[in-house]
């Protein structure tokens, strides 16, 4: 009980975010989405107001909370979306928001990988197999969520664990062990980037891929020679043999 | 050295906790694929946040790693929907519960499995194509069925019967 005392702003605002993602999502029985969000939005709010911290760059501040709403709405899109072509493009704009959170975080060379990756190959994919096995017009299943309430309750109660972790992990004592063990973090000089000079660069980053995992590289390569042979082997022929 | 760790760990979070909800309620095959790669951007998110806060490479070698296992991923994935909805003729993975345990119920309730009729809103109501001329004939067969088919076919028909 004195838990929920002192979290009370947690357990609210979660409860309105799944309360409102519940009414979202497609059911049998119509309700107006203006419900939903407006829930929804509250309780992100509620949840917002928490993270919300002061000090540090305005700017960064300003371009974190365009992204990260922008990211989180779309995907509550996505996740409730009766259109499964609509569904992929708020996928498309989640992964753009996140890469712009990329971009915060020193990663230039992620966030370009990460567009060129998903935007351009991934989700295009996913747009022709939604043109070859897509049927006419509006389906059953994209209007039946499966088991929506059950879902949304694990959902948020997971997200309530999450965060709550997060809460009362004293980032600056994790600061703190992290900088003790640096030295340990990687033995190779070459790919520890110094005090003073910013990480994620493609110089950094590639001394990184190409000399402490190296072998994974050449795994990750063998992994996707592997995928692409086995997707043209399990990819549906027509009766005369041809692809 | 100022980071505010936290909330970049909590958008990852709930990315993260969206993308399973998604992977729960969607029955759309393509689109608890799409779900999942939906956790994979919460996961990445959360090591290129760790990888800042440690001031390493290694969250952002990760995440490549992250990249190249979704893209792998996403090939096959697709390839086995496109197998299966060449089996089946839908997407709906309620189909495919045959691989669970015998005494265990199907997993979605009944009221929603077995929805007799769709009432389609009226803005995802599309408009039919009246069926105009006559089918192609075969060889061998000569069954005159009227279907909507190209219009050089219907055209040729008629004029074979003019």
Redesign the interface.
């Given at each position: 009980m004195d838990w929920l005392i002192q979290n009370w702003l947690l357990v609210i605002s979660l409860g309105l975010m799944g309360l409102g993602?519940w009414w979202l999502?497609p059911s049998?029985w119509?309700r107006s989405q203006a419900g939903g969000w407006l829930l929804t939005l509250v309780g992100g709010g509620l949840?917002a107001s928490k993270?919300h911290?002061a000090?540090?760059p305005l700017a960064e501040s300003i371009l974190?909370w365009i992204f990260?709403v922008a990211?989180?709405l779309c995907?509550?899109l996505?996740?409730t979306s009766?259109?499964?072509v609509y569904?992929?493009l708020w996928?498309a704009l989640?992964?753009f928001s996140?890469c712009g959170?990329?971009l915060l975080?020193?990663?230039p060379?992620?966030a370009a990988?990460?567009i060129i990756?998903?935007a351009g190959?991934?989700i295009v994919?996913?747009l022709f197999?939604?043109m070859?096995?897509?049927?006419?017009?509006?389906?059953?299943?994209?209007?039946?969520?499966?088991?929506?309430l059950l879902?949304?309750i694990?959902?948020?109660v997971?997200?309530g664990a999450?965060?709550y972790t997060?809460?009362i992990?004293d980032?600056h004592r994790?600061?703190a062990a992290?900088e003790e063990?640096?030295a340990m973090?990687?033995t190779n000089e070459l790919?520890?980037?110094a005090?003073d000079q910013p990480?994620?660069t493609m110089h950094?980053?590639g001394?990184?891929?190409f000399g402490?995992?190296l072998f994974?590289v050449e795994l990750?390569g063998t992994?996707?020679l592997?995928?692409?042979i086995?997707?043209?082997a399990?990819?549906?022929r027509r009766a005369e043999g041809t692809l | 050295?100022?980071?505010?760790?936290?909330?970049?760990?909590?958008?990852g979070?709930?990315?993260?906790?969206?993308?399973?909800?998604?992977f729960?309620?969607?029955?759309?095959l393509?689109?608890m694929?799409?779900?999942s790669?939906?956790m994979l951007?919460g996961v990445?998110?959360t090591l290129?946040?760790f990888?800042?806060?440690?001031?390493?490479?290694?969250g952002?070698?990760f995440?490549?790693?992250i990249?190249?296992?979704?893209?792998?991923?996403?090939?096959?994935a697709?390839?086995?929907?496109?197998?299966l909805?060449?089996k089946s003729?839908?997407?709906?993975?309620?189909v495919w519960t045959n691989l669970r345990e015998p005494d265990l119920p199907p997993?979605?309730?009944a009221?929603?499995r077995d929805?007799p009729a769709?009432e389609?809103?009226e803005a995802?109501?599309?408009p039919l194509l009246t069926p105009a001329g006559r089918a192609p004939q075969k060889s061998g067969s000569s069954d005159e069925v009227v279907g909507s088919n190209g219009a050089s076919s219907s055209s040729h028909s008629r004029s074979e019967r003019i």
């Open positions: 993602v999502m049998s119509p949840l993270l911290v000090t540090g974190f990260s990211a989180l995907a509550v996505m996740i009766r259109k499964p569904a992929a996928f989640v992964t996140t959170l990329f975080q020193s990663a060379f992620l990988a990460t990756v998903y190959a991934i994919t996913f197999v939604m070859l096995a897509q049927q006419a017009g509006a389906t059953v299943y994209d209007q039946r969520a499966r088991q929506p879902a949304t694990v959902a948020f997971l997200l999450l965060l997060i809460k992990w980032a994790a600061v992290a063990s640096r973090i990687t790919s520890r980037p005090e990480i994620g950094g980053l001394r990184s891929l402490d995992y994974a990750a992994l996707l592997i995928a692409s086995g997707a043209i399990m990819a549906p | 050295m100022t980071i505010e760790v936290e909330r970049y760990l909590a958008v979070a709930a990315l993260f906790v969206l993308g399973a909800l998604g729960l309620t969607r029955r759309n393509i689109l694929i799409l779900s790669e939906l951007h990445s998110l290129v946040t990888g800042r806060m440690h001031h390493s490479q290694e952002q070698a995440t490549i790693f990249l190249t296992v979704a893209a792998c991923e996403a090939g096959l697709l390839s086995l929907v496109l197998a909805y060449q003729k839908t997407l709906d993975v309620e997993p979605m309730l009221e929603d929805e769709l389609l809103p995802m109501r599309f």
